[in-house]
């Protein structure tokens, strides 16, 4: 079988993203970038594309017009899928269209504008039956799944306590808010009800689901606006409940000045603890009340967990960084493609990738966690959608 | 004038607490150990003043029979202050009766059992004039005064987000609770109305507001007891609103498996953020959004505020430590004591040593993070006392 | 202008290195694997290339066939050059034939098995006029550039002292000599006069005199053979002298167990100091005197020199890694080649990409480490070849 | 038995290492500071021991003074034994006068100004059967105790390399050379052969015999002068050999700007490594090829050697600094003058303290890593005196 066949939705010049998801994609040499309608502008698409060393045909003007002049292409030529890097606003049409032009779907996050839509994409993921991949980056990272894969045998004993937080400091002034970055999150009509949470909480939210392998049942939400002239919550804090009993605190902020990506989790079982912040991707800290605490590594040629162990490419101490994280979810993405299209099952250790399940928790954390900080009852119910 | 005479209730056999006033109040070589009641047997008492090298004379078989006997003693033989280190619910008749008999008094945290005797106590020092030191600990790190003093000229800003957080793991399990540190502090009789908020939690508020120079004015609590067959919490979650209008998170655990006694501050303002954690207390970083981070480390000869250097020993690189801290709120009380016996004004710099004020501020601290911990409506306010 | 078409000698099933070339002319989309002789044995190079999407007429029995079929091609098909990725014994013959049949070079370290060959291949580079570049991995981290970049323009004054050293763990033990990586490095036919300073000491050389700017002049070297059973060196300590005047210390080793991948530089100036560390490469540390140390971090969007911005693809806090740094040598090395193509200047970030002149300073350090290693005087200088 | 009571010689006002002296024996209350013969100004000897709470009749002109007066005192009031803490010309005459006078002798580093006043100070010992300690305070550490316990029971295996080394800054600028603490240590006539040598490379060769249990047989020393107009040496790399077959690097600086006391010792042996370093020193890292890294942290109440546990004072997370790691040399010795007075055997924790044994192999270290230095033939034995 040859390389996987990728479009491109967004990512045209200028943007952040959409180079992420390409190199991302590169890494492993098993995708081809064939296609791409990366800007609104026709003009800015084909300029793009083409820097990109593509066909000017397959340049396209549209998504809409890509679906179709993809659709039409020979089956041995067409995309096999749809990698969208737009803003926030526009993951749910371009998704939809996708799946309706018979396309899968790899999406950057959050999955939709809103939670009503997320529901309405999951319908249509269902009806039609195609693959949905969302890039919750972290979950890439191969002690976030080593963490994952020691908790699942119960290292640490029953999780009691999570704490997750991801503070930054880029949005802390108000003189950067007209950079493109900035510009978009902060409005309400392209990132939706929330800043902070819908961009960052959800990671933080999602990273501690992910790897303690539970669910966020309640929250206490406290969200804030710091920067004069801001709609949407630019910092933020949520006491958690689990559906196991455990508690957590989950932290996102944008206004802790220099502060970078700094995503950390912690969590502790009645056996055992660990630690793991992205900015030292390579070190899973295990923490032990009798003994010594362990430095866990990356390192390619280790003892790891299978889960682990398919998510490295380098020997210890060269490390791995956000680039590698984020090729693991096009790798995992790629074997369900290509389990698909060979009619076998998909390889255990790719079955952690982030779907279309984990889009509606992410969206209904983020509408909820806006809706519970404008309460004055300490608990809000966060309902299974 | 010669040494300042210290007297000493409770640090006998076995006790851990007693040993660390003393070593700190050893260090500078300001204050000789007198006299001591340090048990509530009479054999251990003498048996343990005579370990330290105290005339037998002066090896009381109680704090009364030590109050009367010192007092009755002339006034350049007689103790000038008494350091009371015994379990929480001691300290309230210790140090009243002290006071009582014109002493002044340094007492370890918690001031009281309780918010009302807090209350009383303070009446009790008004009342009597006398000096009462509260060693908050932490507030005799250096690079905490510097903190602070960074914090009241404005270098960060207004503060707008405080992270404080105090986690250990030793009363994670069940197991512990036999030994002597543990049996008291998970008893209501001897601990007052909590155990992780009172023991620990209190240390983390009182950081946050001497650092920031700002108030805690309400609480979003949420206590946990992890462990089967205790009553009180050992692990506790806060939300936090502050008098500038600053939002925080404290949090405060002794069931996080492998923390040691990992207090830390990060706060942000609006012109830059700093963190500084117990467990590295030499280093003070800096946080800004566009240039390095900075390393502030330790340095008896360095260019800090005079509160920092007033409270520095060594040179860069050799490192400071928790006795060093101590010793610095051992220093402070010193003199205010030989201030007030030469008629003469404090030095600025010992000016901050945490008081009768902040000990009816923990005590309220500690009583109501219990009572909204039980509400169900998000804010609680914190009043004041 | 296409991808640049690249074909690779060596990096079949097995192998290490050749699989982190491919994901690092990967990464930028910039290159596309054309063809390969993965192997010696014909069957498994056809095996190999067609698991790497490559078209069964272009995975070659053998490099001379290779370069023989590939320049037998239209110019618009044939490879634009190769990447060599074999042990170290087969580089010369290889890079030769390459040149030979008029392809540029792009080599793993270190550049020959002796000397002799690398000043032969010299001579071939500079007969040929084609390209040359020589994959000195860490000098494409974007830091090492920084650390370059304020070298050169005197941040730190005058380099007087250079600290650089590689401790590795991983053949502390004889057990696992034949495994297939270790296996070759220590057999003299295939590794050269050396193990250790071959394979890592070379490294730490050429990343001193990358960064700092100066060349060592004279070694006084200690090599050393801990395990039994092996002829060449597994560890050794060189003292250094630089040609203006600056001192250093050079450690490699193989037998330091628990170490990983640890090369890390320390220099000092007269105003300054500063250090590197590959495990942690997105931190550079700026030390002075008489003002803090300052964390200067990996950040796409920082102010930094032309020469780190060029290498850098992500935000502060999302780290980059091994494989980016590899990336940016062969994005350094396209741009050569594209340049050449187009007919114009090569970009100034990209010249700093090492070249023959480093191999042949390498080949000269390894042979001459060893030689000084056995005499009984001090010093030896190390000549200008 | 009272407490010890301590004379010092030196430690005057504006002195540095004299307060370092008197808190380091302080701290635990074992021993009391009665005379001193504080600077050889009779009246600011007065001013000082007033300072410090003196009688003033104890407070002496003149060490000879101090030890004429001292020994005609009864038996339980003279002093026990002598401190000294001058600049390094005067150790070997105060302490030879103070044996004379028959009391014990506790000296600052290093013991004398040449070898053969060390050598003369030896036999002064012997001759006297009095106790004789020198602070090499670094080996006061609890986990630089842990780690030689741990190498005694053969933790590590066999060790095969160390690398130790000393890093300042302090020394970088000629501007500083007219400070007090500068002034002296560049003046042979005062420091003897060597500055950085003699100040701080010869804390590093001790930590590395005392930890490791072995001994340097030969050097290979490569000393520098950076500074203009010093004589004496102000950096320097040294290869080692040690009588057990190891190798090793050491090196020291005083021109490494921004470095503090950075001293740090890394040993491998064929089992396993490890690592200290005194600017975190609560942390011992043990390093393993085939499982992780664990770190060791210093904790009054847990699982260590006898050695490392009568060396701390403080629970897990509390950090012990510099003076607790001095305090443990005067509790060492402490011990041993109350065992002599008691008629008792020493401690078996005692006994690792470093005394005259060392003060003459330090003297040596210094002597021949300065010839050794200015002769070109590699390896220089080191004698045996």
Redesign the interface.
Known sequence: M??LKMGMVGGGEGA?IG??H??AS????QIE?VCGAFSSSAEKSQRSGEA??LDASRCYASYQEMMDKEAALPEDERMDFVSIVTPNHMHFPVAVAALEAGFHVMSDKPATLTLDEAIKLRAKVEETGLLYGLTHTYTGYPLVREAKARVAKDD?GTI??V?V?Y????L??ADGDDNKQAAWRIDPAKAGVSCCMGDIGVHAANLAEYICGIEITDI?S?L?T?VDGRTLDD?G?V?LRFNNGA?G?L?A?Q????????IRI?A??????FEWR?????TLT????????????T?AYG?FSALAQAAM????????????AFANLYKDFSEHVRARKEGRDVAETAKTLTGIKEAVRGMAFIEHVVKASE?????HTLPQY
């Open positions: 040859p390389k952040f180079a992420v390409r190199m590169n890494i492993d040499g970038l990109l060393f640490f009691r306590k704490v937080e503070p930054q400091g880029w802390a002034d206490c406290d804030n710091f910092d804090s006491l508690k605190v932290m902020s206004i802790s000045m220099g502060e970078e990506n700094g912690r502790y079982g009645d056996k055992g603890g992205q900015e030292e991707p390579n295990l923490k032990w009340n009798h003994k010594p605490a362990e430095l866990v590594r390192a003892e490419r380098t020997p210890a101490g060269h490390p791995e960084g956000y680039l590698e309460e004055d009852t300490k608990w």
